[in-house]
């Protein structure tokens, strides 16, 4: 019996001669799901560095979805390359095991939209692979090593590359924190919405908002806000690499999204931060406080 045969339980798995076993997930697994999501959120990087590979970049594949009738399968592509109009081409990387409108070596063009998942070898290191590492952490920690092996790569807790922005909460974060690296409070302040911060705040002491009441909490969270950021000048996110493991949705404007932050003197950090979604998009709330 196989490494994921003995973790996930042999229906669970169906192993491939000459190739590493495939993993069933169903499909109400939310770290799976949120896999398939982030790969399509940071899908940009993989695209931009197949367009101009580094040489320290050696190995390119994405993962497709496949439909077949009612069967439907995810499948690794080699050789991908995308057209001027953003479409998938590539070379089926494995051996289908429940499609049969594809096989092994087969050369096909997949929608965009297909694509849920992407992986680059960077310095011998797995950067995206988010399904792989998703299957990863549903492993005993004695069993890792093993299947890190099986997969032939260095798998670390990772880098995530959502873009800075207002499009999501990860890119609101980043673009609070390149901010804070320029020291430039206007563009900290337009990253924030402390309206939403003040909303959160009086419902997590169950008070009742109205607007006169909101709107002068709002105005001392900005105003305690800018005398911290006067006093203690702004945090020093130079030289950090960020990763987001984790989204939790409170409501639908309130979410808390973790973010695990690397030093360059090999610190590391762990926070979750309260976001908005607000009419002009996701903007960065208060940090969660231990007592929540």
Same mark, same amino acid.
């Given at each position: ?21 495939? +993993? ?6 939310? =770290? ?16 931009? $560095?197949?367009?101009? %590979? ?8 994405? #993962? ?13 592509? &080699?050789? %991908? ?11 089926? =990387? ?7 409108? +594809? ?27 988010? &399904? ?19 997969? =032939?790569? !260095? ?5 995530? !590359?959502?873009? %800075?922005?207002?499009? &999501?909460?990860? =890119? ?7 901010? !804070?690296? #320029? ?7 337009? *990253?924030?919405?402390? &309206? ?8 997590? @002491? $169950? ?16 105003? $305690?806000?800018?005398?911290? @950021? ?11 690499? *960020?990763?987001? %493991?984790?989204?939790?949705? +409170? ?9 695990? *932050? ?7 950090? +762990? ?22």
């Amino acid at each position: 019996m196989g490494l994921f045969s003995k973790i996930f339980g042999k229906k669970n798995v169906v192993e491939r001669q000459g190739e590493p076993d495939m +993993v069933r997930v169903a499909n109400e697994d939310e =770290g799976m799901n949120w896999a398939i999501e982030k790969a399509k959120l940071t899908l940009w990087y993989f695209a931009a $560095s197949l367009q101009n %590979p580094q040489s320290y970049q050696s190995y390119f594949s994405v #993962k497709v979805k496949i439909i077949d009738g009612d069967n439907l399968e995810h499948i690794w592509l &080699t050789e %991908p390359h995308f057209d001027e109009d953003g479409n998938l081409f590539g070379t089926v =990387g494995n051996e289908p095991v429940d499609v049969k409108t +594809v096989k092994m070596d087969q050369k096909i063009g997949v929608d965009r939209e297909h694509i849920s998942d992407w992986m680059i070898v960077e310095h011998g290191r797995l950067i995206g692979g988010y &399904t792989i590492r998703a299957i990863r952490n549903n492993i005993p920690d004695s069993e890792k090593p093993n299947f890190d092996q099986s997969i =032939g790569l !260095y798998i670390d807790e990772g880098v995530d !590359y959502f873009k %800075p922005g207002f499009d &999501t909460p990860e =890119g609101a974060i980043l673009a609070i924190e390149e901010a !804070y690296k #320029k020291e430039d409070l206007e563009a900290v302040l337009a *990253c924030k919405d402390f &309206t939403a911060e003040a909303r959160v705040m009086m419902a997590k @002491m $169950s008070i009742e908002p109205d607007e006169e009441t909101t709107k002068g909490l709002a105005d001392v969270l900005e105003a $305690s806000f800018i005398n911290s @950021m006067n006093e203690y000048g702004f945090p020093n996110f130079n030289g950090i690499t *960020c990763a987001f %493991p984790a989204r939790e949705k +409170v409501t639908e404007q309130h979410w808390i999204i973790t973010e695990v *932050c690397w030093y360059a003197d090999g610190g590391k950090s +762990v926070q979750k931060i309260n976001v908005a979604n607000t009419a002009n998009g996701w903007r960065v709330l208060n940090p969660v406080s231990d007592d929540e």
